[in-house]
């Protein structure tokens, strides 16, 4: 039986197409550690352009309103273990610089990995998106803590917090529903969070923040736990605004 669900989970693995060293937030596999676990995590440690980081070297810019254009519902749930994953179906794309990224899945950090002007909020949410060509990009949403988020509640509802226990979201749920009205948004270039921490990923930081409740902030971090990588130097980076 052990044989057996440790052959499904290299499956899985294998699918999500994910590096097999283990990784994680605390102890001899937490973010410090990373770029020492596997060569394939080099990055984490010798990369010059890793996320999160603190926002806080801004540069004027005209930056285009963020074209989101979000429509077929989310498809299902997981608590994978690092986080708690939305997967969408590639159908919902923003457009940025000229170019298409479809929407792949969101996820959460409690509390969140990026920091606005040295503030940390209590929970963050990546929406992954990836163009033809592979490139990168995430649109990071903070939530501060405050009225009920209905829209969550409807993927909170069909989550089952066992770990790889993937569940289909019955209610009708828009990714976009997340979304603050006001889009604006701060921009820079970055890395994927965590292990392989993959350079060359375009982040789009939106300035308004959305609520959330205490009990549904405190439901997420029960389940994922203190899942938040330290903000990176920016080093030669600057942050558009
Ligand atoms: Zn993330």
Known sequence: MKKLM???LFTLSLIAGENHAHWGYSGDTSPEHWGDLSEKFFICKKGVNQSPVNLNRFIDAKLDPLKVQYSTNAKSVVNNGHTIEVKADGKNSVTVDGIKFNLL?????????NQIKGKNFPMEAHFVHKSKEGEYL???LMFNEGEKNKNLQKMLDSLNPKEGNESEIKKSFKPNELFPKDL???RYSGSFTTPPCTEGVRWIVLKTPVTASKEQIEQMHKIMGKNNRPVQPLKARVILK
């Open 184 to 186: 604006s948004y701060f």
């Open 105 to 113: 899945q969101f996820h959460f950090h409690t509390p969140s990995e």
């Open 6 to 8: 440790a052959a499904s």
């Open 138 to 140: 995430v649109v990071a």
